[in-house]
């Protein structure tokens, strides 16, 4: 997801929590993944892709808040992630 994409989400984002509002949605559960991946990788290599994007911010903190989001992978997905990018020789991998 680029940052181009987020800041359009950004522009159409209400109060929240959510994309529609205090109601978890599809649109939630659809994004959800890429947030979460985001998330991971801010931690391999801070990418900054919500930096100044308030209302994006929340909604990804409020959806990898959610048990049925922090749940929906098998526990080792951050380590799998790492490997994989590691075996891939990717930029995100290498050292900082």
Do not use: H
């Amino acid at each position: 997801m680029t940052r181009e994409k987020l800041q359009r989400l950004e522009d159409r984002l209400g109060e929240g929590p959510f994309f529609n509002g205090p109601q978890f949605s599809l649109i939630d559960a659809a994004i959800a993944p890429a947030f979460w991946r985001i998330s991971l990788l801010d931690e391999i290599r801070p990418l900054g892709l919500c930096a100044e994007l308030p209302k994006v911010k929340r909604w990804s903190d409020a959806l990898l808040a959610r048990d049925s989001i922090r749940t929906s992978v098998v526990p080792e997905f951050p380590l799998l992630l790492r490997e994989y990018l590691a075996a891939a020789g990717s930029y995100l991998a290498r050292g900082r």
